[in-house]
């Protein structure tokens, strides 16, 4: 006899060990019931799509250093470390791209303001890592522990790190640095993503949802810890001697790019607890190279740092790369292609895609309003500037429903994620069981049907 029941939410049907062979008048009935006995094997022990696929941000948080610098300090510190070349070709369209960035003011990890003309020389490398692995990890820190608070989420109850920097190439990797600040187990999965440069808030955040699935596949809670670094103006003054030498290649990095830290606690369904409350769900996610554009963006390291080169041809390419990436996430998700019915968090790597993206999906300032005041306010943290943009989001209104985040990075590479805010006043668990309880009813009801006609063949189990 079969006997059933259920449990964690799914409901399952436990056949006794022994049973009569049927007769063998009865066996061409019974495999002519085999397809439906299979389909209840099947139906009665996998999860559904929506329990395996459920993802959810619960904590987000950015730190920013104190000491900022505007397009005008900017161009006095030009003028104040390299006197002599601010009339060469390199350091005139350096100059003159820092006039129209559209940006207000950078955040910085250093107070540049008191350098002289003794301190042009740029440092070596290893002087450089030592202050992201020491400034840059107290910034991470403070993201963190900020992000784990709103998640309700102890240290020692997180299971997964995915952290991303282009901008510290240290072993261990700044991520053990930081989990041992933290207070996280030593028996916590860490994945450190690297070469992704502005991509990389979204790599992290989509290797993430990914852990968190298969965690769910494995019937394990996942609580990830994603975290991105970058201090970009540690790299200041060799782009700045880079560009003196360097009549050729516009080296625009000193004028775009700032310091930040971002952080984001990703759990999955099993991981939830009656007083989080999430931020967005995260529906599905996708990402892909633009062909061809390997040689539009890259970041070298010299013996003073990294150099960035950012042609010319990244807006155009970028952008051309939106709408194909939108319609295949949409086509996935079954959301309908308009793009004005969603808010957009863009990566703002420059005024040109911002505004470039804006035209070709159609939307106006309101839809890419985080993104235009995280890039006006603090200019192109690379890799957290996306997850910045994503937390001052949630804080701006009531706003759409959905959300499309989106950020580029080398290669060319586009990622892409689409959300839905959580509007929800109580934790998604309440509404979860009763959905279970439902779906476990109508599992209940169709087991019956399809036994009662196995029964009714004169099959006996």
């Not at 019931?33 to 559904?48: D, G, Q």
């Not at 949802?209 to 003054?237: G, K, M, Q």
């Not at 790019?257 to 991981?271: L, Q, Y």
Request: charged share 20%.
């Amino acid at each position: 006899m079969a006997n059933i029941y259920t449990m964690k939410g799914c409901v399952y049907a436990q056949f006794d060990s022994q049973f009569e062979e049927p007769e063998k008048s009865q066996q061409n009935i019974f495999s002519k019931y085999i397809p439906a006995l299979l389909h209840i094997r099947h139906c009665l022990s996998v999860m559904t799509v929506d329990q395996l696929n459920s993802v959810f941000i619960t904590g987000l948080a950015h730190k920013y250093p104190t000491y900022t610098q505007t397009k005008e300090d900017f161009a006095a510190l030009v003028n104040t470390l390299v006197p002599e070349h601010v009339s060469s070709p390199g350091l005139k369209k350096l100059l003159g791209v820092n006039q129209t960035t559209g940006i207000h003011s950078r955040p910085t990890i250093a107070d540049c303001s008191s350098w002289t003309e003794a301190d042009a020389a740029p440092p070596a490398i290893n002087e450089l890592s030592q202050i992201f692995r020491t400034k840059g990890i107290d910034i991470t820190v403070a993201a963190c522990t900020e992000a784990l608070d709103e998640s309700q989420i102890s240290a020692i109850d997180v299971t997964h790190v995915v952290a991303v920097t282009c901008t510290d190439q240290g072993s261990p990797g700044y991520d053990l640095l930081v989990s041992q600040k933290l207070g996280l187990l030593d028996g916590v999965q860490r994945t450190l993503l690297h070469g992704v440069g502005c991509a990389g808030g979204l790599s992290a955040l989509r290797e993430a949802a990914n852990l968190a699935v298969a965690s769910s596949a494995r019937n394990l809670p996942a609580r990830i810890l994603v975290f991105a670094t970058e201090l970009c103006s540690l790299f200041l003054r060799a782009e700045l001697q880079a560009a003196c030498k360097d009549d050729k290649n516009l080296h625009i990095a000193p004028a775009l790019f700032s310091d930040a830290s971002a952080a984001v606690i990703v759990c999955n369904e099993k991981a939830l607890n009656e007083k989080q409350r999430p931020i967005y769900k995260l529906e599905d996610w996708n990402s892909t190279l633009i062909s061809g554009t390997e040689d539009h963006m890259s970041y070298s390291v010299s013996p003073n740092g990294m150099i960035a080169a950012i042609t010319k041809q990244v807006p155009k390419a970028t952008i051309g790369a939106i709408e194909s990436i939108f319609n295949k996430i949409c086509d996935s998700t079954h959301a309908p292609k308009d793009a004005k019915s969603f808010d957009w968090a863009i990566h703002p790597g420059g005024l040109a895609i911002l505004k470039g993206a804006q035209q070709k999906m159609g939307l106006t300032d309101d839809h890419i309003r985080a993104s235009l005041q995280v890039y006006q306010g603090f200019g192109n943290s690379s890799s957290p500037t996306v997850l910045i943009v994503l937390n001052m989001l949630r804080k701006m209104g009531t706003g759409r429903d959905g959300v499309i985040a989106t950020s580029f990075g080398p290669g060319l590479l586009i990622e892409m994620i689409l959300m839905q805010r959580c509007r929800d006043n109580h934790s998604p668990l309440t509404k979860r069981r009763s959905s279970i309880w439902k779906d476990s009813t109508i599992r209940v009801s169709s087991l019956i049907r399809l036994c009662s006609r196995v029964m009714r063949s004169s099959i006996v189990l």
